[in-house]
C-alpha cells in the first residue's frame, strides 16, 4: 500500500515537473532590420534567391494582404448568348485558387490591432506595437545617416528543439515583382501577335486561370529560434537590389546573329544573404551585423500562457447551464443531431 502511494506521489511529481518546464518554454521575440546604404567594398555572388520554406510560420501575410476570392467569385461570366452575339465586355468569374493581393511595399511595423494574450496549444501570435519595447532603439538608429528601416515586429512563441522549431517568415521593403522574377532574372516582355493579342480569360475563363504573381520582396527569409539547453537563434535572409549582370549575348537575345562570346549587361535582382547562428540568453539586447543590414534582436521571459481559452471557458458555462434540469413551463428546443526543456538562466 505504502510502495504504491509512493509510486503515484512520484508520477505526480513527474508530470507536474514536466508541465512546468514546458509553461516557462514561451518566450517573448522583438525583431528591428534596417539597411546600410553606405558603399561597402565587400563582393557577393549574384546567386539567385531561395523560395521560402511553405513550413515557415507566417506572421506578416495576414497583416497586409486582402483576400478577393469573394470578389471574384462574386462576377458574372459571359453566357453562351453573349458568346454568339459577339459581346466581349462581359465579366468573367475567376475560377481558379485564392486571391490575394498585397501592396506594392510592406508597412514598417507589423502589429496586431489590439494587445494579445497566447494560450498554450497555439502557435506564435503577433503582438500589438503597445506590447514592444524598441521605441528608443529604432529612434537612435534612425538617426545615423545611410540607415534605412525595414521592418519592426514583436511576437511570442513556444521555444522547442531544433528539430521541432518552425522559423518565423520575414520579408520587408519593395515588391520587385513587376520587373523581376523570384530568381533574379527580369520579367520578360511578350512580344504581341494576333493569339497574344486575343483575351483568352474573357472568352474561355470556366477553364483558364489568371496568370499568378508571387512578390518578390527585397528582404526575404526566416528567423528560427529554438531550444538546445540554451536560447538559439538562427537567421536566413537575403536583401536583394537591382544590379547590371554580365550575360552572353545569345543567353539575353535568343534570335541574335551576332558573335557567339560577346556578352552585354542584364538586369538582375541580387540576392545578398545573411546567414548566422548565435547562442543568446534571454533579456540581452542582441545585434547582428552585416556590411548592409542590421538586425537588433530581444528574447524575453514573459508571463506564461494558460492552459484555456477564454472562449473554452464560455462554451464550458453554456453546456453546464444546459444540463441543468428544466422547470415545467421552461420551453424545450430539441434540435437534430445532439448527441522538457531544461530552465533557462
Avoid at 54 to 70: A, C, Q
Avoid at 171 to 187: L, T
Wanted: hydrophobic share 35%; glycine share 4%.
Amino acid at each position: 500500500m505504502l510502495r504504491n502511494l509512493v509510486i503515484s506521489i512520484a508520477a505526480i511529481t513527474a508530470i507536474s515537473s514536466s508541465v512546468s518546464v514546458q509553461a516557462k518554454s514561451w518566450f517573448e521575440v522583438e525583431v528591428f532590420v534596417f539597411e546600410r546604404q553606405s558603399n561597402s567594398l565587400e563582393q557577393w555572388q549574384e546567386n539567385a534567391a531561395v523560395a521560402p520554406n511553405r513550413k515557415n510560420v507566417d506572421l506578416i501575410t495576414p497583416m497586409i494582404s486582402n483576400d478577393i476570392t469573394g470578389v471574384a467569385l462574386g462576377l458574372s461570366g459571359c453566357t453562351s448568348t453573349d458568346w454568339t452575339s459577339g459581346e466581349v465586355d462581359c465579366q468573367d468569374p475567376l475560377v481558379s485558387a485564392n486571391k490575394t493581393t498585397f501592396p506594392s511595399q510592406v508597412p514598417f511595423s507589423i502589429a496586431a490591432d489590439e494587445p494579445q494574450v497566447a494560450y498554450l496549444g497555439e502557435g506564435p501570435i503577433l503582438l500589438a506595437e503597445s506590447q514592444s519595447q524598441f521605441a528608443e532603439i529604432i529612434s537612435a538608429v534612425k538617426r545615423e545617416r545611410d540607415v534605412r528601416s525595414l521592418l519592426h515586429m514583436t511576437w511570442q512563441q513556444d521555444m522547442q528543439s531544433r528539430n521541432r522549431a518552425k522559423p518565423i517568415r520575414i520579408y520587408a521593403g519593395k515588391d520587385f515583382s513587376e520587373q523581376f522574377e523570384y530568381a533574379g532574372n527580369p520579367v520578360t516582355e511578350q512580344q504581341e501577335d494576333e493569339f497574344s493579342t486575343f483575351d483568352f480569360s474573357s472568352s474561355f475563363g470556366s477553364f483558364i486561370d489568371e496568370p499568378k504573381t508571387t512578390p518578390v520582396w527585397e528582404l526575404d527569409g526566416n528567423i528560427n529560434i529554438y531550444l538546445s539547453h540554451y536560447l538559439f537563434i538562427e537567421t536566413r535572409l537575403a536583401l536583394r537590389k537591382p544590379i547590371q549582370k554580365e550575360v552572353v549575348q545569345n543567353d539575353y537575345y535568343q534570335y541574335s546573329t551576332q558573335a557567339e562570346n560577346e556578352k552585354v549587361l542584364s538586369p538582375f535582382l541580387q540576392s545578398i544573404p545573411m546567414v548566422q547562428n548565435r547562442r543568446v540568453r534571454s533579456g540581452e539586447i542582441h545585434y547582428f551585423d552585416h556590411p548592409k543590414m542590421g538586425i537588433v534582436m530581444q528574447i524575453r521571459k514573459m508571463e506564461q500562457p494558460t492552459t484555456t481559452k477564454p472562449e473554452d471557458l464560455v462554451l464550458e458555462e453554456s453546456l453546464e447551464e444546459s444540463a441543468q434540469p428544466l422547470s415545467d413551463d421552461t420551453p424545450t428546443l430539441m434540435t437534430e443531431g445532439n448527441a522538457s526543456h531544461e530552465s533557462l538562466k
